[in-house]
């Protein structure tokens, strides 16, 4: 009749969890790790949604249903960001290599 | 006549709507309902958050001087402060569904204060700053350099995606007050928790959106 009951410890351990990544996260950004910063941010970001998402959300708990709807809105955004990227990141033709160009025609004024 | 309509009414309270079978089957429904339209608003972001990364890619150097111009410690101090609106939620759904009125009550009240303290960090140190700074497009921006129309971009952005996500937080503000209202006159005791359990989702769902906007906006761009 109430769902499922969490117990308070839960929610209080998720909510230290969540604390602590996001002093990593700050504290990560501060040193020089090249690309690696957006990773390691990006992925911090995507360990504390799952946090929420699981326990204070209760998609732990959820039918199957629920979670097949999240889950398609998610590889929605996935489509939206990796597609539109694709396109933007080949708009422009690559410079042809050395090499592969295809032989000029001798001048036909020579003769 | 009068007997059968007593075990009738017993069994459909006032809260469970006719056309549901019982109240699992109606919160169920609540639930999955309220999903939808948060996947409705993850698409909604998600095409702030797509242009955000376009033009990060296009203009990566003027997005980094942007980033650094953000005070790493407001978003910081917001992002534990979100986090913790988002604990008193839960335990406001979780009094709600142990039928605990008075802390059902607390709780919400305050979700309701750490998120006026967000709005007020985000007012008060954030944006007035910007303002200040001549870093509000449209009203004023310079910041000479060699990246200025990008870093006014990143600025575009900035205020665009905190702003649609204060405005999140103001409607949210909102929906607890009138919960507080619905729960100090009874309405959710005996076992009626759906509206608690939606709006915790909203919630939830608009701390997650900070979760992402926190590292994108304030600490991608490099700190050392």
Not at chain 1, 13 to 26: D, H, M, N, R, S
Not at chain 1, 74 to 99: H, K, N
Request: net charge neutral; aromatic share 14%.
């Amino acid at each position: 009749m109430t769902g499922h009951v969490v117990p308070v410890r839960v929610y209080v351990g998720i909510f230290l969890a969540l604390l602590v990544l996001t002093g990593l996260t700050t504290g990560v950004a501060f040193v020089d790790l090249g690309p690696w910063n957006t990773v390691a941010a990006l992925a911090i970001a995507g360990v504390k949604m799952m946090l929420v998402a699981l326990f204070f959300m209760h998609l732990r708990w959820s039918s199957s249903l629920t979670r097949i709807v999240v889950l398609a809105g998610f590889f929605w955004l996935a489509i939206l960001i990796a597609f539109t990227l694709t396109d933007v990141g080949t708009r422009y033709w690559s410079p042809t290599p050395q090499g592969w160009t295809a032989p000029t025609p001798a001048p036909a004024a020579q003769r | 006549m009068a007997e059968a309509a007593i075990p009738r009414a017993a069994e459909h309270p006032p809260y469970l709507a006719h056309h549901f079978s019982d109240i699992e089957q109606q919160n169920e429904a609540g639930t999955l309902g309220m999903w939808v339209f948060l996947v409705t608003e993850i698409m909604f972001f998600g095409g702030l958050f797509a242009g955000y990364t376009i033009y990060r890619y296009l203009y990566l150097p003027g997005f980094e001087a942007g980033s650094r111009l953000l005070e790493v410690q407001f978003g910081a101090i917001n992002t534990a402060v979100l986090i913790g609106s988002s604990l008193t939620m839960a335990l406001a759904v979780r009094s709600a569904q142990l039928g605990r009125r008075k802390a059902l009550i607390g709780f919400l009240v305050l979700t309701i204060l750490l998120g006026l303290v967000f709005l007020g960090v985000k007012f008060n140190f954030e944006w007035i700053h910007d303002y200040h700074e001549h870093l509000v497009p449209g009203m004023g921006f310079s910041h000479p350099g060699p990246h200025e129309p990008a870093i006014q971009l990143f600025f575009c952005f900035y205020f665009f995606m905190t702003g649609l996500h204060a405005l999140h937080m103001i409607v949210g503000v909102g929906i607890m007050a009138v919960l507080i209202a619905m729960a100090a006159r009874g309405k959710f005791d005996g076992g009626h928790y759906s509206p608690i359990e939606v709006s915790g989702l909203y919630w939830h769902f608009v701390d997650i959106v900070w979760i992402f906007l926190f590292p994108l906006l304030y600490l991608v761009g490099g700190r050392y």
